[in-house]
């Protein structure tokens, strides 16, 4: 049985865009936190991304640069998560398998804690910038002012503008075919009314000449 993603799958944009709409993604936005964020020491950030992944060299690289991404804006809450932990089995977060192999990760590229935070910010940073009109204000707290109900007012009203535009445009190739019409058609009932009274000035002709003969 055949579904519709059998006849609309036939491209990596068209794949992207289901994908989104799938997922439920904001109209505006909708872009991943990333590896290419980072601008501090990207060489030694290239040696942890290698170093976390070493065992899945089958992923491609553009997937593991967002995978890398995701786990570092997403490393404090899962820090907090763990220390917060009922029973307490986690007030030293490297006791977690996960946090275990990050921290070894971490050692074995001679990344300290500053350097960490530095690029978990660069990350967050270009995440919300490229992600600001689909997020919710309270996922922005460097926004003093929420300024995206006036920027979705200017681009409805020039969206509106635009359609007013080539409405204009329509009507006046309208204006304009019916005007070339109009000039078409008085041509041409000139030419009937010319034949017309040729025809009848002949038919006159041609009686006045029959009486007379008679």
Known sequence: MHTIYDYVH???FKDI??????ADWPEKGGVSPTF?????????????????????SDLELEVQNVLFGAFLIGYEEFRDILLAHPEKKFEDVRKHPVMAKFWNCLELCDVDEDLLFTWIEEIRTEFHARNYLGLPIEAVPDAKIDGRPVAKYMEDNTNTIAQLHQRVLTEERKMKNFARMSCVRKQKAKKTL????????????KTVQSLRKK
């Not at 865009?17 to 799938?22: D, E």
């Not at 010319?194 to 002709?205: E, R």
């Open 10 to 12: 036939d491209s990596e």
């Open 194 to 205: 010319k034949l017309s009274t040729l025809l009848k000035n002949l038919v006159l002709k």
């Open 36 to 56: 290419r964020s980072i601008t501090t020491e990207q060489e030694k950030a290239r040696l942890l991304l290698r170093a976390m992944y070493a065992q899945h």
């Open 17 to 22: 865009s289901a994908a989104k709409k799938l």
